[in-house]
């Protein structure tokens, strides 16, 4: 009886296996990837590039962050890569980071499934396919395809019902695409990794419940409305290297050359505020106070660039003398790319009723 009883017990435990198998098999991600990767997009903002999945024909998936400056959002597709048709935030979650974006006109692509509400089992079997690759805006498209659509596998590590924590391989470029379950359906959208000295494989995506609340939402007709000034402000600090014909004519032993730090606060993405010291090695030191308003250039398949113009406050004081003071105001033109860590300044100052000319590189992006 107690043989039976042990070969039942076998037999039940060999059905179980096979059936957990048959749930998540390994095989058939290769069908999945090749069902799946003609609706993730290329996805394109502010010269970076991001992932993205086809939810509905007019409705791409993406992340936050992708998308956060509301500049003009370009999607392409893997038959066409050099093809490209605009799209535009109609929600965003700013603390879950997730976007959903509405195409100019549907697609013919079949959209992918979300999975239905309910929770996600540890050590569920999960994918994600995506862009791990840097933007090379010389190319055409600005993009290495030989690392497009990468596949990566792992498993659900953890799932907290906002998010869902997986254990497989992200890059930069792999933010905004899918997380894919055992069935092909969106059980998640790739938000960030974990970065720290002995860490490994462990990613956070935005899980598909709060997604599906928002798709919701856009299916009974909602829709945000964003402006530019809706976008995140920001603060970065530069190194700049400046040449000025004016400091060249003041009646001291300063140099014609200027270094110095450049403090700005960038509000919406748009208007700049600025405050300039030099470094303490300078034979002049000198500080600045500057107002000015960014624009851009941006197109598909395009190089971004960026123009500021602004008015900008000088004050000049010789290193050996603390009383003198020499006073200016100047006009700049700032000509920059978001892709680019480097900035040329073209510089009209006045003082003394005169004009001057300088030039200056900025450092820092």
């Not at 799946?36 to 993406?62: E, N």
């Not at 695409?177 to 960030?192: E, F, K």
């Not at 409305?225 to 400046?242: G, K, M, R, Y």
């Not at 398949?301 to 010789?318: C, D, F, H």
Request: a neutral charge.
């Amino acid at each position: 009886m107690r043989g039976l009883q042990n070969k039942i017990l076998i037999v039940c435990g060999f059905v179980y296996s096979f059936m957990a198998l048959a749930e998540y098999p390994a095989s058939d991600w290769k069908t999945l990837y090749a069902q799946a990767k003609p609706s993730i997009p290329f996805v394109y903002s502010a010269g970076g590039l991001c992932s993205g999945s086809l939810v509905a024909p007019d409705i791409i998936l993406t992340a936050r962050h992708c998308v956060e400056s509301l500049r003009p959002v370009w999607i392409s597709w893997p038959e066409k890569p050099a093809l490209w048709e605009e799209a535009r935030p109609i929600h965003v979650d700013d603390k879950l980071d997730f976007a959903l974006l509405r195409l100019s006109k549907p697609s013919t692509r079949t959209p992918l499934v979300m999975r239905p509400a309910g929770a996600l089992s540890v050590g569920e079997s999960a994918a994600t396919i995506g862009h791990p690759t840097s933007s090379e805006n010389s190319e055409s498209p600005p993009f290495d395809l030989e690392r497009s659509h990468v596949f990566s596998a792992g498993y659900v590590s953890k799932f907290t019902g906002k998010e869902v924590i997986v254990d497989f391989s992200l890059s930069p470029g792999n933010s905004g695409g899918p997380v894919l379950d055992s069935q092909g359906r969106v059980i998640g959208v790739v938000s960030r990794k974990l970065i720290q000295q002995f860490v490994g494989n462990i990613g956070y995506a935005v899980a598909h419940e709060p997604v599906n609340a928002a798709l919701k939402k856009v299916e009974s007709g909602y829709e945000e409305n964003f402006s530019p000034w809706d976008a995140p402000h920001d603060f970065a600090l530069h190194i700049q290297f400046l040449w000025d014909h004016y400091q060249k004519t003041l009646p001291t032993m300063s140099e014609t050359y200027r270094t110095g730090f450049d403090f700005r606060y960038t509000i919406s993405d748009r208007a700049v505020l600025n405050y300039s010291n030099s470094f303490g090695l300078n034979r002049m030191k000198f500080q600045s106070y500057g107002l000015g308003y960014r624009f851009y250039s941006e197109a598909q398949n395009k190089v971004p660039a960026t123009a500021t113009v602004s008015l900008e406050a000088l004050e000049y004081r010789p290193r050996e003398s603390d009383k003198q003071r020499f006073y200016a105001h100047a006009y700049h033109l700032a000509l920059g790319s978001p892709v680019s860590p480097l900035t040329l300044r073209l510089s009209w100052i006045r003082a003394a009723e005169n004009s001057y000319f300088g030039l200056g590189l900025i450092l820092g992006n």
